[in-house]
Each structure stands twice: as C-alpha cells, then as structure tokens.
C-alpha cells in the first residue's frame, strides 16, 4: 500500500490547508477530528458498511457474521459495522424482530509473507474456532486474492450451499474490468462496487469526474469567500525557499469550513457529514449469476443495484436507499434466503415439577395462554373420557413454568418447532439394580422417543454415562422439609420475662425489704408514728398496711392505702413508685414476646441428623420419605442405605401426595431436591411447610440430550446467554418467590431477661434506700438542733409555703397538740379506760346540750339569764359545738394557714388570731373532757397563772415560751 496519500493528508492537516481527497481506502468516516481539514469524495469503507446493512435491513437478515482478514484495515470495517448495528438497535429497541445480531466476528489473522496453503489453514482454524452453527449470512472484506482462499475453506466446511448469502466488499470485488467472476465464488452471492463493469475507460473517467467535481467545489467556495475578502487572508503565503520554519494557515480553518457547507447538485450531487466524508455515494451492487454461452456455463458479475439518494426529513442530511432486481439467489433460488436456519422439529419429554413445569387447563377458546405452551399428559382418573384431545391414554393440557420460559427462549434462537409431551410412567429415571435397564425420562432418550429431556433433572455421574447434559442452569441440592405446628402458650408464660432468680430478688426480696424499710422510716419519723407515741386511733398505719402499699404500687392497682406521713417514708415509696414503673415497662414489653403462639417443628441439622440415622430412638419411631426412582432415592441408596431402606415403607408417588402427608403427619419429614421444596414452603397456602437443615449432594439442572448431539452446543451458547444477560435470575426469582418467605423473619427470637440486664433498676432502687436513710437522719437532726434555731426567725410563716409539716413544726400549737397527746397517754393506757372515758365524755355532752335547750326555753318565755356587766368579747357569743368546740366556721376569715394533712387533728389545729380581747367573768379552760376547753370564772384567775390566748381560746398555767418538753 503505497503511504503518499497519507503523508500528504497529514502535512495539510498540520498547516491548516484543506485538502480534497478522492481515496476509497480512507479510514477516518467514524472518526470525528477536531482538528481535520479532509474533503473526502470518494466511497468509503464506512459507506459500503452501510450499505450492507440496508441490504439487510431490506431482506429482513438479522442475523450475520463477520469475515475478515488482519491485512486491510479490518478494525475500520469490523468498528463500523458494529457501530451501525449498535445505533440500529437503539432506534428499534421495542421491536425485537427488526434488531440485529452479530453472531460472530471471524478473523483470519494473515501475515504479507503467507501463501496460499497458510492462509487456508489459518482460515479453516478460524471458522472452527468463531464460526456458529446458526450463521447464514456473510460480510466479507478483504482483498480479491486473499478472497478466492477463504471461499475455498467456506465451501469445504459446506458453508456456501443454498441456504448461506455472501456479501462482499469492494476490495473482494476488485476493478471489474470484464464480467467473469471468481469460480470459487458462490452462486448468488453479492458484491459492492463503486465501478462499472466491462468498461476499461471508467478509471479514467472516475478520476476525471473527481477533478471536476473538486474544481466545481473550489470555486463554490472561493464565491462564498468573496464576500469576506477584506477579513480573511486568502493565500497561506508558503514557500519552498523559506529558511523559517512553516507556520500553520491561521485562515485555513475558515476556509475548510466554508467548503464543508458547500452542496452540489448536478452534474455529480456533493454534501458533506460533520466529519467532512461525502454523504452522497455512487456504490453499485453486483451478483455472480450463471452466463450459458455455446453449451458452457461460466459465473459473471451482473449489476442488480443501486445506492440511490432520496429526499431526507433531515436539513443537511442526506438519505440512501437500496433499488435492487433481478437477483440470482442461492442455489439458483428466485426467492432469497431466510437468513436463519431452517426450522427443525424436536420431541421433548417432561414431567410435572413445580414451579419448573406445571400443568394447566386449556382457556375458554380451547386454547393456551401465553407464556404457557402445548403439551400432552398422560390422562388421569379425573379427566374426562369424552376429552377430544384425548389419544394413546394422554391429554393435551397447558404447561408453564420456569423450564418452559427456557424452552420459549430456546426454540426462537435455535429455530425449532417442537412437541412436549409427558414421560409415560411419570418417573425420573433410575437403573434397575439386577438388569441395570433405565427407566422415566432416560429410557425415552435412550429409545430415541425424544429428543431431549427438558424438567428439573439433576446432573447425576450415573445418569451422565447414558445422556449428555447441557452446562446447569439452576444449582439445586438435597434438602429437607417439615410441617410447621402451632403450639400452645405455657402456663408459666407470664412468668418467661424472667428468669427465676429475677422473680425471687423482685417479688421476695425487693418488696418486703422495701415494706419494711418503709414501715421502719414512718415508725421513726416525728410526723409518722414517732416511735409509738402517736395513737394508732389517729395514723391507722402498721408493717401488713405498708406491704400492701407496695403490691398497689407495683402493679399500679387502684386500692384504697393509708399513706405514710413521715418525709422519709414518703420519699421511698416514691422511689419504689419510680422503680414500680421501671420495671411494668420492662415486663409489659417483653411479656408480648412470650404470650403468643410459637410455631413449633423438627429442626433437623441435615442428612445426618440422629433422627434420621437413628429413627427408632424416637417413641414413636421418626418417619421420613422421598420419591422413588429419583436423583434423591439414587444418592441415599449409595450413601446412606439404612435410611434407604427404612424408609421404603413411607415413599410417596408424587411431591403433592409427600406433603400432604407431611401436613397430616403421615410423615415427619420429606427428602427432596432443594429449589422444589423451597418453592413450595413459600407458596403453602397456610405457611405450614418449612425447610431445615443444610443442603446435601450440591448439583445442578440440565437438558439432557442424547449421546453426542449436534445441537447440544447450541443449547449451551442460549442458557450462557441467558446468564450473561441475567434473564436466567429473573425468571429465578420470579417462578421461585413466595408469599411466606417474606412472613418469615429470620434472625428474631425471645429472650429471658436474666439480674444482669435488670441492674440498673436494683441499683436505682438500692440508692433509694439510701438516699431515704439519709433522709430520715436529716428529719431527725432538723427537729433537735434546727428547729429551735430556726423557730426565733420564721416570724411570718414563711417555711409554711415551702412545707405545711415544717411550718406547723415551729407554730405554737403544735407544741401543745404533743402535750395533749404525752397527757393523754399517762392518763388511760388500756382500752377499759378509754371506754369509760368515753362514756364520761359522751355524758357531758349531753348536759352542755341540756343545758342549751333550757336556755333556749328561757329566752322564749322572755326570761334573760343574768350575764356580766362586761361586753362579751366576740368569741364568747359563738355557740358552742355539742362536744365543747367552739364553732370555728365563724373565724374562717381570720386564718392564718389552714391545715389539710390530717383530718384527725383538723379540730386541734383551727385558725389563728393574734388579736387581743377584754376578759369576762367565765373564760375558758382545759378540762378533762375530749374539748378543748370550758369556761370558768374570771375571780378563780389569780395573777400567778400563765395565761395565753391563742386561735380563739385561752388557756391557764401555760407559759407563752413553753417548749415540747414542758407540761401544762
């Protein structure tokens, strides 16, 4: 190949200068330089690609091979070819029969140095190595010599009889100078030219019309280049005799440009693509045909066609189209091939296995929906005799499934009709072990009654001695599956939160321990029992009333308690309140996980669970089964031959009768293929099947065909495709979903709570109790040393806001409620004198009212009792109760504070009036009576009596600074 043009192309792009280039060998129509500035004229590489895809397109031959050699430029052609089909594919995307496929790309690697015997050789290697079985259509580019050597190999490997197309380039072709035609060219093959034929002179006319047209482009551009004359500088001012080095055209760009967007219509129509290669080719189509002349028969080239312009919906963008007639075909065919393999016709054998074959009733119009397909079935008991389709004892049904969907996809890209139908004694196929004769599905391959097995059959070394496998297109294995039973809640299920220490430390320790700590804290508190010195009559609280307490905190009942009074107590049964709710959360949230129902079944490890390999250490013994004559019966009878034979008496037909029995408890577990029972486990209508267990025996699934097939290799070349392009795991995950597999939660089970996770809540409530000990010592310190203290400066009731028990602790009342009380407990210490102290009291109630009643009588005949001559003070005109107390509803606007605390001693702690009164003749004072106080006479007050009013009522030989410790 002669490297001037080359050399020149790339000197003018490196100064700028355009250049037009009349070159059928440029290489540069896919490339897309920014920095080119090459006209090209000439038909390309690209354009003949093209070209050969619209005679595709035009016949409808969508799938092709390539053939070429690696000594003129083979990358071009093979990227351009690949390149139009990728862009093809992408425009008819949504419609499948019109996208290409390139089967195949078969290079002949070629050397300058071979001959003609290496370059068969290296082409006969290289069809066996690339070359697929389905290629019927050729695009051949090479030149005419190295041409005529692979037509040769490609009619050895009968690769050019009536049903294959050759099409070939222009360098295959040559300058067809005369008619005649290679003899190794095959019969109605086609050739792309850009020549004429039997015309000597076109070479010279070519290159003539070429000089023309680029001078027509020239001055089109030099018209267009007028108009800016005075911007652009027109002559790149080069020269030879220059010392400098040359500087690149800075106007050449622009002029390359201009002559880019130049069309030329007539006499040869000119328009460029954005890559400057000429949009509008003159390309001839060519066929060999058969030339009888004086009795012999010679093969010529006839020009049948044409690459035609048209008018295009796109602006600058020029549209060609195919005009062909009078071809000769193949085998001297008036019609053109198919393109394709002819179809052939296959008996496949199968058998029921959800969900890889499963069979359905026909439609209303009696017929198949898709994607399930025609089959025949062997009748059953339930089928109709009256069945029209009804021949040799079998039905025809609607099969579907996964093995189906492959079948769909396989019989479209091997070309093939075929007839399904199922294996006559529904078994997988197994040896007989006395004459080792097949039955099932192996025995129709064996007999030549299919041609191939197309159902979940497992890859097995036994069965792969009779039939080859094509490569797996599923993994599957040996599982086991078990029923799922209900099981009932435990008695003891509320007590599951727990565990046993936990319910003892809670129940048994924590709340005595805390009752009585309680209980201990109110005994010792001033404002609580005081140590027994406050009458149980007046705080009703005991160590049972306390524990009570604790149980209604704790699970929050709503009982009537007495409440403590002491500080410290309270504070722990507020602590115990925090640690009641701590621990009803914890139980309560937890309670729900154990108070439900759990599915209860066998958890068999594997294979070599003891329940399998021992079943009798089971009262009653463990039954278990699979399917005979099957893989799984095949491999535990070599492997495992006890639980072989044990379990011949539990064996079921068929997978449906396996688990139906398993429901039933019939059996305890079912033996089979993997993918099968997980199907089912995730499609059970209750969920009441689950598989356990790790797989066994790991293999695979695979079309079983006979020995040595020719289209086992096909077979391979779909389910690797498949593969690849992920289809096989759609219609995976698609056919062998489940509903109960995503009811299923794995990985979450209950737990019982053990001391360690409920630390925090004993840690809180043991710092409680310490805190309450702390408490109460502070209580204890604050009414020996800080009450004293503080009482000299709360003169206005301030601690009263902050506490109603401290602000009573420092008022003068209470100091004499606790002298009442230390009397009254001198006074009668067992329950005989309080009775008769109550009967002497209830006594003298009844002479005050008397005594009322008669002054009432008195005042209503108009008969005025003598009174003083002293204004009664205020307090003296309240009536009085029937029990001695004055009524304090009268002084109500005068409290200070109001007790609320304990309703036992409201009547000892009424409101207080520091406002002084007059004395009159009867005051009052203490008496031994249940009252506070009675009136007497003011001549029986001496001077040396202590007297203090206080909250309405006075009282004698009480000092106004008397302390706790002092007694009346």
């Not at 693509?273 to 002349?293: A, D, F, K, P, W």
């Not at 924590?510 to 009752?515: D, E, K, L």
């Not at 005051?923 to 006479?937: D, F, G, I, M, P």
Request: hydrophobic share 35%; aromatic share 10%.
């Amino acid at each position: 190949m002669d490297p001037t043009p080359n050399y020149i192309i790339n000197m003018a792009e490196y100064l700028r200068i355009p250049v037009i280039s009349w070159d059928s060998q440029f290489p540069g129509a896919l490339e897309n330089k920014q920095d080119s500035t090459v006209l090209q004229l000439a038909p390309t590489i690209y354009h003949q690609c093209v070209l050969m895809i619209d005679i595709m397109k035009k016949f409808k031959w969508t799938n092709f091979a390539i053939v070429t050699t690696t000594t003129f430029h083979y990358l071009e052609f093979t990227n351009a070819i690949e390149a139009l089909v990728k862009e093809h594919n992408q425009r008819v995307k949504f419609d499948r029969k019109s996208r290409f496929n390139l089967l195949s790309s078969i290079v002949v690697n070629i050397l300058p140095s071979d001959n003609d015997t290496v370059i068969k050789d290296k082409s006969r290697e290289a069809f066996r190595r690339d070359n697929k079985l389905e290629n019927r259509v050729f695009l051949l580019h090479a030149n005419s010599h190295e041409a005529k050597d692979i037509m040769e190999v490609a009619e050895e490997l009968e690769l050019t009889g009536k049903d294959y197309l050759w099409i070939m380039s222009s360098f295959c072709v040559g300058f067809l100078r005369n008619p005649n035609a290679p003899r190794v060219y095959p019969l109605g093959s086609l050739g792309i030219t850009y020549t004429t034929i039997a015309k000597d002179e076109y070479e010279e006319k070519l290159l003539e019309n070429a000089i023309k047209t680029s001078v027509r482009l020239w001055v089109e551009t030099l018209k267009e280049i007028y108009t800016y004359r005075n911007q652009y500088q027109i002559s790149p001012n080069f020269s030879c005799e220059s010392q400098q080095s040359l500087q690149q055209w800075r106007d050449g760009e622009f002029f390359y440009q201009l002559m880019k967007n130049v069309t030329l219509d007539k006499p040869t129509p000119v328009q460029f693509s954005e890559n400057g290669v000429s949009q509008i080719v003159n390309l001839r189509i060519v066929n060999i045909q058969h030339l009888t002349e004086k009795y012999t028969t010679r093969q010529i080239w006839k020009e049948v066609g044409r690459w035609v312009p048209v008018e295009s919906e796109i602006k600058n963008k020029a549209k060609m189209m195919v005009e062909m007639s009078g071809i000769t075909w193949p085998g001297n065919s008036i019609l053109p091939p198919l393109g394709k393999p002819e179809k052939r016709f296959f008996r496949i054998v199968t058998l029921k296995e959800q969900p890889y074959v499963n069979y359905l009733d026909k439609g209303a119009q009696e017929n198949c929906v898709p994607p399930s397909v025609p089959c025949r079935v062997m009748k059953d008991k339930v089928m109709s005799a009256n069945d029209s389709s009804l021949q040799n004892n079998s039905v025809v049904r609607c099969c579907a499934g996964l093995c189906i969907d492959i079948l769909t996809v396989m019989s479209s890209r091997m070309q093939f009709d075929y007839e399904l139908y199922e294996v006559p004694d529904r078994t997988w196929g197994l040896p007989d072990q006395g004459t080792g004769e097949w039955n099932g599905l192996i025995k129709q391959i064996q007999d030549h009654r299919a041609d191939m097995v197309l159902t979940s059959l497992k890859i097995t070394p036994k069965r792969s001695e009779v039939v080859d496998f094509s490569i797996p297109f599923l993994e599957t294995g040996i599982t086991i599956m078990v029923s799922i039973r209900k099981g009932n809640i435990s008695p003891t299920a509320f007590l599951e939160p727990y565990d046993y220490p936990s319910w003892c430390v809670i129940l048994v320790f924590s709340v005595h321990a805390t009752g009585a700590a309680i209980f201990i804290s109110e005994w010792l508190s001033p404002q609580g029992l005081n140590r027994g010195a406050t009458p149980l009559r007046e705080h009703r609280f005991s160590l049972f009333r306390s524990f009570w307490l604790i149980w209604a905190m704790l699970f929050g009942a709503s009982v009537s308690t007495d409440n403590p009074r002491g500080v410290s107590s309270r504070f722990l049964s507020n602590v115990w309140a925090l640690f009641a709710l701590v621990f009803l959360a914890s139980y309560t949230a937890n309670l729900a996980a154990f108070m439900i129902t759990k599915d209860e079944y066998y958890n068999l490890s594997g294979i070599k669970d003891w329940r399998l390999t021992n079943p009798y250490s089971m009262k009653p013994p463990f039954k278990f089964a699979t399917i005979p004559n099957g893989s799984t019966e095949e491999n535990l009878r070599k492997n495992h031959y006890n639980m072989y034979q044990y379990m011949q008496r539990y064996n079921r037909p068929t997978v449906d009768d396996a688990l139906e029995a398993l429901k039933q408890g019939k059996i305890q577990a079912f033996i089979y293929d993997a993918t099968p029972l997980e199907y089912h486990a995730g499609n059970d209508n209750n969920c009441e099947l689950k598989t356990v267990g790790e797989k066994y025996a790991m293999t695979g699934y695979g079309i079983a065909v006979p020995k040595k097939a020719s289209y086992l290799e096909e077979i391979n070349e779909v389910i690797l495709e498949l593969k690849e392009n992920g289809e096989l795991e759609r219609l995976r995950r698609f056919w062998l979903a489940g509903a109960c597999h995503m009811k299923r939660k794995r990985g979450q089970s209950s737990h019982t709570i053990g001391i360690p996770n409920f630390t925090s809540a004993f840690i809180l409530l043991a710092s409680g109790v310490l805190l309450g000990g702390l408490v109460l010592l502070m209580e204890h310190l604050y009414f020996k040393f800080g009450r004293r203290c503080l009482r000299k400066y709360d003169k206005n009731l301030c601690c009263s806001l902050v506490s109603l028990s401290m602000g009573r602790s420092l008022t003068f009342e209470q100091s004499v409620m606790k002298a009442m009380a230390r009397q009254k407990l001198k006074e009668c210490r067992n329950p005989q004198c309080e009775v008769s102290l109550w009967k002497e009291r209830h006594s003298h109630d009844l002479s005050l009212m008397y005594i009322n009643k008669l002054r009432e009588q008195l005042e209503s005949y108009g008969i005025t009792p003598v009174e003083d001559t002293i204004t009664k003070p205020q307090i003296c005109d309240i009536s009085l109760k029937h029990n001695g107390y004055p009524n304090t509803s009268h002084f109500r606007h005068h409290n200070a504070y109001k007790s609320v605390e304990n309703r036992q001693e409201s009547h000892q702690l009424d409101s207080y009036d520091s406002t002084p009164v007059r004395w009159k003749r009867k005051c009052l004072k203490r008496s031994s009576s249940y009252t506070n106080a009675v009136e007497v006479a003011r001549d029986e007050i001496s001077d040396k009596h202590k007297v203090r009013f206080s909250e309405g009522k006075f009282y004698i030989g009480v000092d106004n600074d008397s302390s706790d410790q002092e007694t009346l």
